[in-house]
């Protein structure tokens, strides 16, 4: 009878749409008995039925109860990115874009690409000033760093799998910003930090802004927000890209000199990808291939590796530390020089995944010592944070993972006013100007320039694994340039160095993107292996924490571990 109404069911089974206004008003004042329920954060689990692993408690709770209720891993992710757009603004969304790569219980694998576009009006040089200097600063804020949000496009194109309909998969979302939900600490620091930016780059208050600071237990009402929600729920793909929400993005692109159009919007489409495949040892690793480099850097680097006893050198000893370094030096290399959306730019995929070209850029590989970046530059070709991420499983073989953002935290800041959610900044994305690094340090050419219609280079990397054809790992991360290389440490530190899930997501990182030519590591990383590194040549540097890794391991009883990372308010539920 609650089916309709699933946050209703997780909040005390009370249907909060059949309650009166004042009853309403009496139960978000019961801050404390909802907060303790709400944000009991699981880090780690096994179950039997279901499992998901997301940013945000409350999103996990309804990926879990939505399969409960007869929904499979496809319906989860709907309404969990549905929910994070609600519970966590500063990177779930319906203002941005995202990947899933999926396998459906017969076996099929999925590709969906949502990626945000550039806007028709669009220019290759738009963020260069009348010398020729690139401006970041409207590439990574306000209104025109916004491309074309793709994701409500990639939730209609989900649908094709799910079992469940539409609007019972959005309910939770819709509630939960109508009726409110209570901040964690993380989020009202964030928030708090933010207050400036959102003032500064709206042309009307958004809801985040709040004089007195946000602290923990506060609640956060989004009204406007649910009305969009609302409207998607009543009219599909036309209540985001026509219609009211549509004209209120273009008002909104208006009165902040932003590009994107009404034709823009309504002729945005989600795209199905092939996903990229490849064997490791007796797996096969299915990942996202361009316009996201996530997955072809995850395949060369894993190739890389794939030589060497990666199981004897040992966890983040100095062996098996330098040479997955060396590999992602020359993967990022690839990647600056040939990635960019297969649809404008012709990616020689086919070389980049081939064994002989692989082999090829190991061949200056020197076990003792660092190769220099300046030295490495892209293999020759013969043929022509924030972000966040979930990992679902069901009990029926279909498994779901997914990479969605805003790009930068809150994207670019500029909220929808009337609509109320925020824009992606993904335009920061593309490569505005040769050899001018992006929010992540990345660097770009012709592959990745602006186009009007273009989908810009991702790192994304949503990943399932199977064994012997059947489900074993869903796993990704936000985490910017990061996120492959957080990927392909997870997947070493579950496939070579048996490790439990909670330790393969949480051990300390390490990152190397061939420019800047520094390997990066998370407080924790071990002393010894740092300072042999260092005799080695490279350049350490220490950093804030990498990714929020989101983990599922089928173990060989068939039992579903789910692990959540511990660096953010990330939490697993099941059944
Ligand atoms: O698509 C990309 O590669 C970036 N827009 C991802 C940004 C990200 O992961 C931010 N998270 N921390």
Redesign the pocket.
Request: net charge negative.
């Given at each position: 009878m609650l089916k309709r109404n699933i946050a209703a069911i997780i909040i005390n089974s009370i249907s909060l749409s059949t309650l009166s206004a004042q009853q309403r008003t009496t139960w978000v004042g019961a801050k404390k008995t909802v907060n303790a329920y709400h944000y009991v954060q699981t880090k780690s689990a096994v179950y039997k039925n279901g499992a998901v692993s997301s940013a945000h408690p409350l999103a996990s709770k309804v990926g879990a109860e939505i399969m409960k209720h007869g929904g499979n891993a496809f319906d989860a992710a709907i309404a969990v990115q549905l929910t994070l757009a609600v519970v966590y603004p500063g990177?779930g969304n319906i203002g941005g874009g995202g990947f899933l790569v999926g396998r459906k219980k017969t076996g099929e694998l999925i590709g969906i690409d949502y990626r945000e576009t550039a806007p028709v009006n669009a220019k290759r040089d738009m963020y260069l000033d009348k010398d020729g200097n690139a401006q970041t600063s409207i590439s990574q804020n306000g209104h025109l760093a916004a491309g074309v949000p793709g994701t409500v496009a990639g939730l209609f194109e989900t649908m094709k799998y799910a079992k469940l309909p539409f609007k019972q998969l959005v309910q939770p979302a819709i509630d939960l910003a109508e009726y409110g939900f209570v901040i964690t600490e993380r989020e009202a620091s964030n928030l708090n930090v933010n207050q400036d930016a959102f003032i500064k780059y709206n042309t009307s208050t958004p809801v985040f802004v709040k004089v007195n600071k946000w602290k923990s237990g506060d609640t956060l009402f989004q009204k406007q927000l649910a009305a969009t929600l609302r409207r998607i729920r009543d009219n599909g793909l036309k209540g985001f890209y026509e219609g009211e929400t549509a004209r209120m993005i273009v008002d909104e692109m208006k009165r902040g000199n932003g590009i994107i159009s009404l034709a823009d919007l309504k002729n945005y489409k989600a795209k199905t990808r092939i996903p990229v495949q490849f064997n490791y040892k007796d797996c096969k690793i299915v990942g996202f291939p361009p316009p996201s480099s996530g997955g072809i850097i995850l395949l060369q680097v894993m190739k890389m590796v794939s030589k060497y006893p990666m199981a004897t050198y040992g966890f983040q000893k100095q062996q098996s530390t330098q040479l997955m370094i060396e590999a992602e030096r020359r993967a990022f290399a690839d990647r600056a020089e040939h990635l960019g959306d297969p649809d404008f730019w012709k990616v020689p995929l086919k070389t980049l995944s081939s064994d002989t070209y692989i082999a090829n850029r190991m061949k200056d590989y020197d076990p003792n010592k660092a190769s220099k970046s300046s030295n490495i530059k892209a293999g020759e070709i013969k043929e022509s944070?924030?972000?966040t991420h979930l990992s679902i499983c069901d009990g029926e073989g279909n498994m779901v993972s997914v990479t969605t953002?805003l790009?930068?935290s809150y994207g670019s800041k500029t909220v929808v006013a009337g609509a109320g959610f925020l824009l992606n900044n993904?335009m920061d994305?593309f490569s505005i100007k040769p050899g001018v690094a992006n929010m992540?340090g990345a660097v770009g050419g012709t592959a990745n320039a602006i186009e009007p219609g273009k989908r810009m280079l991702?790192?994304?990397c949503p990943v399932v694994v199977l064994k012997k054809n059947k489900p074993y790992i869903v796993a990704g991360t936000?985490?910017?340039t990061t996120?492959p290389t957080s990927v392909f440490q997870t997947l070493m530190n579950l496939l070579e160095f048996n490790m439990s899930v909670d330790d393969a997501v949480n051990k300390p990182k390490f990152h190397h993107q061939h420019l800047p030519d520094e390997v990066y590591v998370e407080n924790g990383f071990p002393l010894d292996t740092r300072k042999q590194l260092e005799l080695m040549g490279y350049k350490i540097v220490e950093r804030s924490s990498i990714g929020r890794t989101e983990v599922i391991r089928i173990n060989a009883k068939g039992g579903i571990e789910v692990a959540a990372d511990r660096r953010g308010d990330d939490s697993v539920a099941g059944y």
């Open positions: 990177a944070e924030e972000t953002t790009n930068g993904e994305d992540y991702s790192s994304m936000p985490g910017g996120i």
